[in-house]
């Protein structure tokens, strides 16, 4: 079993920064590869990012290219979201998920890859 707990979210403006921490335990932390998912209200969950157990890669959608950076700390067992140049459309819960594996096989963005799931962080980007 492995238990994830997110933490970081909030109100914050338009330009502005947040940064998301998601603590798991559980199981070996650098057994799994990690991401970050979101769900607006009335909309989909949806990928974020994600990274391989090792942190030497990383994916990201399209929309948050260039503004989001997924990272981990293994020795402190967290995975990190900094989210820079926050968007009205970027409002959402997010949710950090444990891969099954420690690697990715695609881009991570199949929420069957991963088999934990923490409770989620509201995210409010008010224009």
């Known amino acids: 079993q492995v238990q994830l707990v997110e933490s970081g979210g909030g109100l914050v403006q338009a330009g502005g920064s947040l940064r998301l921490s998601c603590a798991a335990s559980?199981?070996?932390?650098?057994?799994?590869?990690m991401g970050w998912f979101r769900q607006a209200p009335g909309k989909e969950r949806e990928f974020v990012a994600a990274i391989n157990w090792s942190g030497s890669s990383t994916y990201y959608r399209d929309s948050v290219k260039g503004r989001f950076t997924i990272s981990r700390d293994n020795a402190k067992n967290t995975v990190y979201l900094q989210m820079n140049s926050l968007k009205s459309e970027d409002t959402a819960v997010y949710y950090c998920a444990a891969g099954r594996r420690g690697y990715f096989s695609g881009g991570g963005d199949y929420p069957g890859e991963y088999g934990y799931w923490g409770q989620g962080t509201q995210v409010t980007v008010s224009s």
């Open positions: 559980g199981r070996t932390f650098n057994d799994y590869a």
